[in-house]
T-cell receptor, first 116, second 114 residues
Framework: AQSVAQPEDQVNVAEGNPLTVKCTYS??????LFWYVQYPNRGLQFLLK??????LVKGSYGFEAEFNKSQTSFHLKKPSALVSDSALYFC??????????????FGKGTKLSVKP | GAGVSQTPSNKVTEKGKYVELRCDPI?????LYWYRQSLGQGPEFLIY????????DSGLPNDRFFAVRPEGSVSTLKIQRTERGDSAVYLC????????????FGPGTRLTVL
């Protein structure tokens, strides 16, 4: 079965420090990987995605993520965290193999808290 | 340009009632998705439309749930005989329908079944 795991329910970081939000996946075919951010009472906002090519993907608001096929991971990173980065982050995978017709499979989410 | 819009933003209903939730996708997007997000969880897939037809409805939990997209644009998610367990945020997303295309989400409809 296809799945996404975000092993940390919460990540706490001091402002200005680097941050990492972890994601691992399990799919039967080639994955398309996504990160979304959700602010309170708001919908999901797209941050970045990996489809093919360079394993390091750069996205919105200074975020980046590295696709690691051997470790089946797609961790989200930012060199210097801002208080305004505090939100709920979701990793998602999409594959067109098997029974999936293109929907996203989401992790449970990781709450990022950046303290001043 | 305009993003995905959903109405109503909040819906409170009584157990056993019928509700309709509306999604207006980004203009030109052929693919439309419905997801359900329960408290503390990630969104879970319900149904996916490519054009007017439901390409995958494997996520609908039971036959009380139904969705339509008659003209290939606006979609309506219909829930019959609502139950308290249906309470959640219902999210709609649209995309150009290509394999690696990004799905863009609306703000969601918060459904509360009393």
């Amino acid at each position: 079965a296809q799945s996404v795991a975000q092993p940390e329910d919460q990540v706490n970081v001091a402002e200005g420090n680097p941050l990492t939000v972890k994601c691992t996946y399990s799919v039967s075919g080639n994955p398309y990987l996504f990160w979304y951010v959700q602010y309170p009472n708001r919908g999901l906002q797209f941050l970045l995605k990996y489809i093919t090519g360079d394993n390091l993907v750069k996205g919105s608001y200074g975020f980046e993520a590295e696709f690691n096929k051997s470790q089946t991971s797609f961790h989200l990173k930012k060199p210097s965290a801002l208080v305004s980065d505090s939100a709920l982050y979701f990793c998602a995978v999409r594959t067109l193999d098997g029974g999936s017709q293109g929907n996203l499979i989401f992790g449970k989410g990781t709450k990022l808290s950046v303290k001043p | 340009g305009a993003g995905v819009s959903q109405t109503p933003s909040n819906k409170v209903t009584e157990k056993g009632k019928y509700v309709e939730l509306r999604c207006d996708p980004i203009s030109g997007h052929t693919a439309l998705y419905w997801y359900r997000q329960s408290l503390g969880q990630g969104p879970e897939f319900l149904i996916y439309f490519q054009g007017t037809g439901a390409a995958d409805d494997s996520g609908l939990p039971n036959d009380r749930f139904f969705a339509v997209r008659p003209e290939g644009s606006v979609s309506t998610l219909k829930i019959q005989r609502t139950e308290r367990g249906d309470s959640a945020v219902y999210l709609c997303a649209s995309s150009p329908g290509l394999a690696g295309a990004t799905q863009y989400f609306g703000p969601g409809t918060r459904l509360t079944v009393l």
